[in-house]
């Protein structure tokens, strides 16, 4: 079956995630060191009376501002709208920085007459913050909180396939986790891990390339 849609996941893929050290300083100098990025990493992803805030967030069941107040409280911050315009602030901060050569990478492929796509697990805050700049150039874009439901549930990629109208043996989806291209290999769909935590960026997009090409794909890819 000749290949005809190639999926993309955001963050580790098409963006790059800032490390610890520039998190830690930025939150620092946002909250002028009355709250750490250890204790707000702690507190993003909430768990009152058994609920997982994080990913009712993410799957778009509560709002941005519902969300916020939980991270607060949890935070035993104060739930103003000064401190939650602080908390958008570092959690689009979290979302990283664009990896230009991917953003390269998907513009040839349209180019070269394939479609691409996103699929996201992400939400209203992070999901339209300018490092999400893939989807200005990828011909559709999908997360998990306009969908309803988050990678690896199968029906994220039921729902991408659907959409797209693609065969499941036509498209390749690339992402970071295993889990979310074990699950996407079980419908069926080519997985590639993309691995840019433990090669260099240069050894983890050649592997993406090489890996594209194996399956038949031909586009420009002197990067």
């Known amino acids: 079956m000749v290949i005809k849609h190639i999926c993309f996941d955001i963050g580790g893929v098409a963006n790059l995630r800032l490390d610890n050290k520039r998190l830690s300083d930025y939150a620092d100098k946002l909250w002028n060191g009355e709250l750490s990025w250890d204790d707000l990493k702690k507190a993003l992803h909430p768990y009152p009376e058994g609920r997982d805030i994080w990913r009712e967030f993410q799957n778009g069941q509560i709002s941005a501002d519902t969300y916020l107040s939980a991270v607060l409280k949890t935070a035993n911050f104060k739930d103003s709208s000064e401190n939650k315009e602080k908390l958008g602030s570092t959690l689009k901060a979290w979302c990283g920085i664009p990896y230009q050569p991917m953003l ?77 291209i074990t699950a996407a290999e079980k419908l069926g ?35």
């Open 104 to 180: 390269d990478l998907v513009g040839r492929l349209n180019q070269a007459g394939y479609y691409t796509s996103v699929l996201s697990n992400n939400n209203e805050i992070m999901y339209y913050n300018r490092s999400s700049e893939i989807r200005n150039i990828a011909h559709l874009g999908l997360s998990s909180h306009l969908i309803g439901c988050s990678k690896p549930d199968e029906r994220a990629y039921q729902k991408l396939l659907w959409v797209t109208g693609a065969k499941a043996e036509e498209t390749i989806f690339v992402d970071d986790k295993q889990a979310n």
């Open 189 to 223: 769909i080519h997985g590639f891990r993309f691995r840019s935590e433990e090669l260099s960026l240069d050894e983890a997009f050649a592997e993406l390339v090489e890996f594209l090409q194996k399956k038949g794909l031909r586009f420009s890819h002197n990067f």
